[in-house]
Protein backbone atom coordinates (compact mmCIF):
# COMPACT_ATOMS: atom_id res chain seq x y z
CA UNK A 1 0.00 0.00 0.00
CA UNK A 2 2.82 2.13 1.31
CA UNK A 3 4.60 2.05 -2.23
CA UNK A 4 1.12 2.70 -4.27
CA UNK A 5 0.71 5.53 -2.46
CA UNK A 6 4.32 7.07 -2.78
CA UNK A 7 3.69 5.71 -6.96
CA UNK A 8 0.45 7.92 -6.60
CA UNK A 9 2.07 10.81 -5.11
CA UNK A 10 4.78 10.93 -7.86
CA UNK A 11 2.21 10.75 -10.59
CA UNK A 12 0.54 13.91 -9.23
CA UNK A 13 4.04 15.50 -8.90
CA UNK A 14 4.79 14.45 -12.09
CA UNK A 15 1.39 16.42 -13.52
CA UNK A 16 1.96 19.24 -11.78
CA UNK A 17 5.12 19.57 -13.33
CA UNK A 18 4.26 18.44 -16.85
CA UNK A 19 1.52 21.51 -17.10
CA UNK A 20 4.00 23.78 -15.63
CA UNK A 21 6.20 23.34 -18.31
CA UNK A 22 3.79 23.48 -20.92
CA UNK A 23 2.71 27.09 -19.41
CA UNK A 24 6.48 27.97 -19.56
CA UNK A 25 7.58 26.94 -23.09
CA UNK A 26 9.52 29.40 -24.74
CA UNK A 27 7.57 31.72 -27.03
CA UNK A 28 8.60 34.02 -30.01
CA UNK A 29 6.98 37.10 -30.86
CA UNK A 30 6.27 37.98 -34.82
CA UNK A 31 4.77 41.64 -36.17
CA UNK A 32 3.72 41.40 -39.76
CA UNK A 33 4.80 43.99 -41.50
CA UNK A 34 3.09 44.15 -44.70
CA UNK A 35 -0.52 43.75 -43.91
CA UNK A 36 -2.10 43.51 -47.32
CA UNK A 37 -6.00 44.23 -47.30
CA UNK A 38 -8.55 41.54 -48.45
CA UNK A 39 -12.00 41.77 -49.96
CA UNK A 40 -15.51 40.39 -49.83
CA UNK A 41 -15.78 38.21 -52.75
CA UNK A 42 -19.22 37.67 -54.33
CA UNK A 43 -20.21 33.81 -54.30
CA UNK A 44 -20.50 32.53 -57.57
CA UNK A 45 -23.97 32.09 -58.98
CA UNK A 46 -23.29 28.71 -61.13
CA UNK A 47 -24.44 25.37 -59.88
CA UNK A 48 -22.32 23.08 -61.60
CA UNK A 49 -18.68 22.20 -60.87
CA UNK A 50 -16.56 21.79 -64.15
CA UNK A 51 -13.23 22.96 -62.24
CA UNK A 52 -11.97 21.96 -59.21
CA UNK A 53 -8.95 23.49 -57.71
CA UNK A 54 -7.85 22.05 -54.66
CA UNK A 55 -5.05 24.02 -52.73
CA UNK A 56 -3.01 22.55 -49.56
CA UNK A 57 -1.22 24.37 -47.16
CA UNK A 58 1.03 21.65 -45.51
CA UNK A 59 0.93 21.57 -41.81
CA UNK A 60 -1.82 24.13 -41.60
CA UNK A 61 -4.11 23.89 -38.70
CA UNK A 62 -6.57 26.15 -37.34
CA UNK A 63 -3.90 27.76 -35.07
CA UNK A 64 -1.60 28.49 -38.12
CA UNK A 65 -4.76 30.52 -39.86
CA UNK A 66 -6.07 32.13 -36.97
CA UNK A 67 -2.59 33.02 -35.77
CA UNK A 68 -2.00 34.70 -39.72
CA UNK A 69 -5.37 36.36 -39.18
CA UNK A 70 -4.26 38.34 -36.11
CA UNK A 71 -1.11 38.94 -37.45
CA UNK A 72 -2.70 40.52 -40.88
CA UNK A 73 -4.68 42.75 -38.64
CA UNK A 74 -7.81 40.06 -38.41
CA UNK A 75 -8.58 39.52 -42.19
CA UNK A 76 -7.55 36.72 -44.47
CA UNK A 77 -8.96 36.15 -48.53
CA UNK A 78 -10.22 32.70 -46.80
CA UNK A 79 -12.56 33.84 -45.16
CA UNK A 80 -14.69 34.39 -48.31
CA UNK A 81 -14.92 30.56 -48.03
CA UNK A 82 -18.55 29.82 -47.68
CA UNK A 83 -18.83 26.20 -46.56
CA UNK A 84 -15.81 24.85 -43.46
CA UNK A 85 -15.43 21.25 -42.59
CA UNK A 86 -13.24 19.52 -40.33
CA UNK A 87 -10.90 16.29 -41.79
CA UNK A 88 -9.62 13.75 -39.79
CA UNK A 89 -6.09 12.88 -40.65
CA UNK A 90 -5.25 9.44 -39.34
CA UNK A 91 -2.88 6.97 -40.97
CA UNK A 92 -3.86 3.31 -41.90
CA UNK A 93 -0.79 2.35 -39.43
CA UNK A 94 -0.28 5.38 -37.35
CA UNK A 95 -2.27 7.81 -35.53
CA UNK A 96 -0.01 11.15 -36.29
CA UNK A 97 0.32 11.00 -40.13
CA UNK A 98 2.77 12.71 -42.78
CA UNK A 99 2.46 14.29 -46.00
CA UNK A 100 3.17 10.96 -47.90
CA UNK A 101 0.03 9.23 -46.03
CA UNK A 102 -1.89 12.41 -45.30
CA UNK A 103 -1.67 13.63 -48.92
CA UNK A 104 -2.41 10.30 -50.57
CA UNK A 105 -5.36 10.08 -48.66
CA UNK A 106 -6.35 13.76 -50.31
CA UNK A 107 -5.03 12.72 -53.49
CA UNK A 108 -6.45 9.10 -53.96
CA UNK A 109 -8.96 8.54 -51.29
CA UNK A 110 -7.08 5.42 -49.33
CA UNK A 111 -6.06 5.29 -46.05
CA UNK A 112 -2.35 4.29 -46.26
CA UNK A 113 0.94 3.83 -44.43
CA UNK A 114 2.83 6.36 -43.02
CA UNK A 115 5.57 7.84 -45.68
CA UNK A 116 3.64 5.75 -48.63
CA UNK A 117 3.09 8.22 -51.47
CA UNK A 118 0.12 7.09 -54.12
CA UNK A 119 0.01 3.47 -52.86
CA UNK A 120 -2.34 1.63 -50.81
CA UNK A 121 -1.47 -0.34 -47.49
CA UNK A 122 -0.47 -3.34 -49.76
CA UNK A 123 1.86 -1.25 -51.30
CA UNK A 124 -0.61 -0.78 -54.80
CA UNK A 125 -0.51 1.96 -56.96
CA UNK A 126 -3.76 4.02 -56.72
CA UNK A 127 -4.88 6.29 -59.07
CA UNK A 128 -5.08 10.15 -58.03
CA UNK A 129 -7.13 13.19 -58.88
CA UNK A 130 -4.83 13.69 -61.70
CA UNK A 131 -5.62 9.97 -63.35
CA UNK A 132 -9.63 11.11 -62.59
CA UNK A 133 -9.32 14.07 -64.42
CA UNK A 134 -7.69 12.85 -67.21
CA UNK A 135 -10.01 9.57 -68.19
CA UNK A 136 -12.55 12.64 -67.99
CA UNK A 137 -10.72 14.16 -70.89
CA UNK A 138 -10.07 17.17 -68.12
CA UNK A 139 -6.55 19.03 -67.86
CA UNK A 140 -4.45 18.22 -65.04
CA UNK A 141 -1.85 19.90 -63.32
CA UNK A 142 0.12 21.13 -59.81
CA UNK A 143 2.29 24.56 -58.56
CA UNK A 144 3.88 24.08 -55.38
CA UNK A 145 6.86 25.99 -53.74
CA UNK A 146 8.60 22.66 -52.90
CA UNK A 147 10.90 19.54 -54.27
CA UNK A 148 9.04 18.12 -56.81
CA UNK A 149 10.44 14.77 -54.88
CA UNK A 150 8.43 15.90 -51.94
CA UNK A 151 5.31 14.03 -50.96
CA UNK A 152 2.99 16.29 -51.64
CA UNK A 153 2.88 16.49 -55.21
CA UNK A 154 3.99 12.96 -55.26
CA UNK A 155 0.84 12.27 -53.87
CA UNK A 156 -0.90 13.03 -57.14
CA UNK A 157 1.42 12.01 -59.85
CA UNK A 158 3.98 9.12 -58.09
CA UNK A 159 3.58 5.59 -56.39
CA UNK A 160 6.09 4.82 -53.99
CA UNK A 161 5.75 3.22 -50.40
CA UNK A 162 8.66 5.09 -49.24
CA UNK A 163 8.66 8.83 -49.42
CA UNK A 164 12.56 8.72 -49.16
CA UNK A 165 12.90 7.34 -52.41
CA UNK A 166 13.46 10.23 -54.12
CA UNK A 167 14.84 9.32 -57.42
CA UNK A 168 12.41 6.84 -57.87
CA UNK A 169 9.45 9.04 -57.30
CA UNK A 170 10.65 11.60 -59.61
CA UNK A 171 11.12 9.01 -62.31
CA UNK A 172 7.57 8.69 -62.23
CA UNK A 173 6.40 11.90 -63.73
CA UNK A 174 6.87 11.13 -67.05
CA UNK A 175 4.08 8.58 -66.85
CA UNK A 176 1.91 10.38 -64.13
CA UNK A 177 -0.55 11.75 -67.31
CA UNK A 178 -0.06 15.24 -65.60
CA UNK A 179 -0.11 18.32 -67.90
CA UNK A 180 1.08 21.26 -65.93
CA UNK A 181 4.19 21.22 -62.81
CA UNK A 182 5.55 23.90 -61.65
CA UNK A 183 7.99 23.27 -58.91
CA UNK A 184 11.35 23.27 -57.67
CA UNK A 185 13.95 20.00 -57.26
CA UNK A 186 15.21 20.37 -60.63
CA UNK A 187 18.96 18.45 -59.56
CA UNK A 188 17.03 15.14 -58.51
CA UNK A 189 15.81 15.32 -63.25
CA UNK A 190 19.46 14.90 -64.41
CA UNK A 191 22.01 14.03 -62.24
CA UNK A 192 21.11 10.80 -61.13
CA UNK A 193 22.65 7.46 -60.01
CA UNK A 194 20.49 5.51 -62.98
CA UNK A 195 21.69 7.69 -65.49
CA UNK A 196 18.20 8.72 -66.68
CA UNK A 197 17.65 12.47 -67.54
CA UNK A 198 14.22 12.82 -66.85
CA UNK A 199 13.69 16.15 -68.57
CA UNK A 200 14.41 14.71 -71.95
CA UNK A 201 12.19 12.28 -71.07
CA UNK A 202 9.33 14.50 -70.60
CA UNK A 203 10.36 16.29 -73.67
CA UNK A 204 9.81 13.19 -75.31
CA UNK A 205 6.39 12.82 -73.70
CA UNK A 206 5.86 16.12 -75.83
CA UNK A 207 6.18 18.69 -72.57
CA UNK A 208 7.82 22.12 -72.47
CA UNK A 209 10.36 21.74 -70.05
CA UNK A 210 10.98 25.29 -68.59
CA UNK A 211 13.80 25.59 -67.05
CA UNK A 212 14.04 29.87 -65.62
CA UNK A 213 11.04 31.79 -64.91
CA UNK A 214 11.12 34.13 -68.19
CA UNK A 215 10.90 31.18 -70.51
CA UNK A 216 7.81 30.02 -67.96
CA UNK A 217 5.89 32.98 -67.97
CA UNK A 218 6.35 33.71 -71.87
CA UNK A 219 4.93 29.87 -73.25
CA UNK A 220 1.53 30.38 -74.29
CA UNK A 221 0.92 27.61 -76.56
CA UNK A 222 -0.25 24.59 -74.45
CA UNK A 223 -0.75 23.47 -71.31
CA UNK A 224 1.83 20.60 -71.15
CA UNK A 225 3.89 22.17 -69.30
CA UNK A 226 6.84 21.34 -66.58
CA UNK A 227 8.51 24.06 -65.10
CA UNK A 228 11.33 23.54 -63.12
CA UNK A 229 12.95 26.76 -62.79
CA UNK A 230 14.81 25.96 -59.22
CA UNK A 231 17.83 22.97 -58.30
CA UNK A 232 15.85 22.52 -55.02
CA UNK A 233 12.75 24.60 -53.34
CA UNK A 234 11.73 28.13 -54.67
CA UNK A 235 13.22 30.67 -52.87
CA UNK A 236 12.07 32.43 -49.60
CA UNK A 237 8.60 34.40 -49.66
CA UNK A 238 10.56 37.64 -49.36
CA UNK A 239 12.47 36.65 -52.09
CA UNK A 240 10.33 34.80 -54.63
CA UNK A 241 7.25 37.20 -53.63
CA UNK A 242 3.87 36.41 -55.59
CA UNK A 243 6.18 33.88 -57.13
CA UNK A 244 3.57 31.14 -56.12
CA UNK A 245 0.38 32.77 -56.63
CA UNK A 246 1.51 33.88 -60.34
CA UNK A 247 2.95 30.58 -61.12
CA UNK A 248 -0.83 28.85 -60.10
CA UNK A 249 -2.54 31.24 -62.54
CA UNK A 250 0.02 31.04 -65.34
CA UNK A 251 -1.34 27.31 -65.11
CA UNK A 252 -4.88 27.70 -64.60
CA UNK A 253 -4.67 30.08 -67.67
CA UNK A 254 -3.49 27.42 -69.81
CA UNK A 255 -5.57 24.40 -68.75
CA UNK A 256 -8.93 26.80 -68.71
CA UNK A 257 -8.46 26.13 -72.95
CA UNK A 258 -9.54 22.89 -72.03
CA UNK A 259 -13.70 22.91 -72.79
CA UNK A 260 -14.22 19.86 -70.33
CA UNK A 261 -12.31 21.52 -67.79
CA UNK A 262 -9.54 21.04 -65.28
CA UNK A 263 -7.98 19.91 -61.88
CA UNK A 264 -5.46 21.74 -59.89
CA UNK A 265 -3.33 21.10 -56.63
CA UNK A 266 -1.82 24.60 -55.73
CA UNK A 267 0.60 23.72 -52.44
CA UNK A 268 2.14 25.97 -49.71
CA UNK A 269 4.80 23.78 -49.30
CA UNK A 270 6.99 25.71 -46.45
CA UNK A 271 4.46 26.11 -43.87
CA UNK A 272 5.64 22.49 -43.04
CA UNK A 273 9.03 23.10 -42.52
CA UNK A 274 8.86 26.08 -40.91
CA UNK A 275 6.47 24.23 -38.46
CA UNK A 276 9.18 21.16 -38.63
CA UNK A 277 12.16 24.46 -37.58
CA UNK A 278 9.76 26.00 -34.65
CA UNK A 279 10.55 29.13 -36.65
CA UNK A 280 7.62 31.20 -36.14
CA UNK A 281 8.26 34.91 -38.20
CA UNK A 282 9.51 32.14 -41.57
CA UNK A 283 5.84 30.11 -40.90
CA UNK A 284 3.79 33.36 -41.36
CA UNK A 285 5.32 34.47 -44.22
CA UNK A 286 4.38 31.43 -45.53
CA UNK A 287 1.14 30.97 -44.78
CA UNK A 288 0.14 34.75 -45.22
CA UNK A 289 1.87 33.81 -49.17
CA UNK A 290 -0.91 30.80 -49.25
CA UNK A 291 -3.63 33.00 -48.07
CA UNK A 292 -3.18 35.53 -51.26
CA UNK A 293 -2.75 32.80 -53.37
CA UNK A 294 -5.69 31.84 -51.87
CA UNK A 295 -7.56 35.45 -52.69
CA UNK A 296 -6.04 35.37 -56.40
CA UNK A 297 -7.61 31.96 -57.07
CA UNK A 298 -11.12 32.99 -55.10
CA UNK A 299 -10.92 35.93 -57.31
CA UNK A 300 -10.44 34.12 -60.20
CA UNK A 301 -13.05 31.17 -59.78
CA UNK A 302 -16.04 33.41 -58.52
CA UNK A 303 -15.80 35.67 -62.35
CA UNK A 304 -15.32 31.83 -63.99
CA UNK A 305 -18.51 30.27 -61.79
CA UNK A 306 -17.86 26.98 -62.77
CA UNK A 307 -15.01 26.65 -60.40
CA UNK A 308 -14.64 24.90 -56.86
CA UNK A 309 -11.90 25.68 -54.80
CA UNK A 310 -11.15 23.41 -51.68
CA UNK A 311 -8.88 24.97 -49.34
CA UNK A 312 -7.34 22.40 -46.90
CA UNK A 313 -4.19 20.60 -45.11
CA UNK A 314 -2.84 17.11 -44.64
CA UNK A 315 -1.77 17.75 -41.27
CA UNK A 316 -0.55 19.71 -38.66
CA UNK A 317 3.07 20.61 -38.17
CA UNK A 318 4.64 22.19 -34.93
CA UNK A 319 2.14 21.81 -32.15
CA UNK A 320 1.72 25.70 -32.98
CA UNK A 321 -0.08 27.30 -30.26
CA UNK A 322 -1.08 31.17 -29.71
CA UNK A 323 -0.43 32.47 -26.49
CA UNK A 324 -0.65 36.33 -27.02
CA UNK A 325 -1.00 39.12 -29.67
CA UNK A 326 -3.01 42.21 -30.63
CA UNK A 327 -4.55 41.90 -33.52
CA UNK A 328 -4.71 45.69 -34.28
CA UNK A 329 -0.70 45.71 -34.55
CA UNK A 330 -0.33 42.58 -36.37
CA UNK A 331 1.84 41.09 -33.45
CA UNK A 332 1.46 37.22 -32.30
CA UNK A 333 2.70 35.27 -29.63
CA UNK A 334 3.23 31.85 -30.03
CA UNK A 335 4.98 28.56 -28.57
CA UNK A 336 5.22 25.59 -30.13
CA UNK A 337 5.32 21.65 -28.36
CA UNK A 338 6.68 19.64 -31.48
CA UNK A 339 9.33 19.59 -34.20
CA UNK A 340 7.32 17.00 -35.84
CA UNK A 341 3.33 17.11 -36.56
CA UNK A 342 0.87 17.11 -34.33
CA UNK A 343 -3.19 14.81 -34.49
CA UNK A 344 -4.73 17.89 -35.11
CA UNK A 345 -8.05 17.83 -36.91
CA UNK A 346 -7.57 20.20 -39.41
CA UNK A 347 -9.93 22.98 -41.59
CA UNK A 348 -11.36 22.34 -45.07
CA UNK A 349 -12.80 25.66 -46.60
CA UNK A 350 -14.64 25.53 -49.64
CA UNK A 351 -15.41 28.17 -52.08
CA UNK A 352 -17.86 28.09 -55.61
CA UNK A 353 -20.14 25.79 -56.52
CA UNK A 354 -20.35 22.04 -54.83
CA UNK A 355 -18.94 23.99 -51.60
CA UNK A 356 -21.97 23.29 -49.27
CA UNK A 357 -20.85 19.77 -49.70
CA UNK A 358 -17.38 19.97 -47.54
CA UNK A 359 -19.24 21.14 -44.43
CA UNK A 360 -19.49 18.57 -41.71
CA UNK A 361 -16.34 16.38 -39.94
CA UNK A 362 -15.31 13.51 -42.27
CA UNK A 363 -12.32 11.78 -42.69
CA UNK A 364 -9.41 13.18 -45.53
CA UNK A 365 -10.48 10.50 -47.79
CA UNK A 366 -13.43 12.11 -48.38
CA UNK A 367 -12.23 14.99 -49.93
CA UNK A 368 -11.32 13.36 -52.56
CA UNK A 369 -14.41 11.17 -52.86
CA UNK A 370 -16.53 14.56 -53.20
CA UNK A 371 -14.19 16.32 -55.49
CA UNK A 372 -14.22 13.02 -57.72
CA UNK A 373 -17.85 12.65 -57.79
CA UNK A 374 -18.40 17.00 -58.74
CA UNK A 375 -15.66 16.47 -61.24
CA UNK A 376 -17.38 13.74 -63.03
CA UNK A 377 -21.12 14.69 -62.79
CA UNK A 378 -20.60 18.66 -62.10
CA UNK A 379 -22.76 17.51 -58.67
CA UNK A 380 -22.91 15.41 -55.96
CA UNK A 381 -25.48 12.45 -56.81
ZN1 LIG B 1 6.36 17.64 -42.20
Not at 9 to 24: D, F, G, K, M, R
Not at 45 to 71: C, E, F, P, Q, R
Not at 81 to 89: D, P, V
Not at 273 to 289: A, C, R, V
Request: hydrophobic fraction near 35%; include cysteine.
Amino acid sequence: MKIKKALVIAALALCVQSASAQYNMPTQTFTYDKPYAVEKIATPKGKKVKNVILMIGDGMSLMHVYTAWTANRGKLWLENATATGLSKTWAANKLVTDSGSGGTSLATGVKTNYHAVGVDTEGKPVPSLVDVAKELGKDAGIAVTCRLWDATPCDFCCHNVDRDKEEELVGDYPTSGVDFVFGGGAEKFTNRKDGRNVFSELMQKGYHVSRSLDDFFAYDKNSRVFAVPYDKDTPLPDERGDLLARASMKGIELMNRNKKGFFMMIEGSQLDDYGHFNQLDMLMKETLDFDQTVGKVMKWAAEDGETLVVVTADHETGGLTLVNGNKNEGRVECCFSTRDHSGAMVPVYAFGPGAEHFTGIYENTDVFKRIKQLLTYGVIK
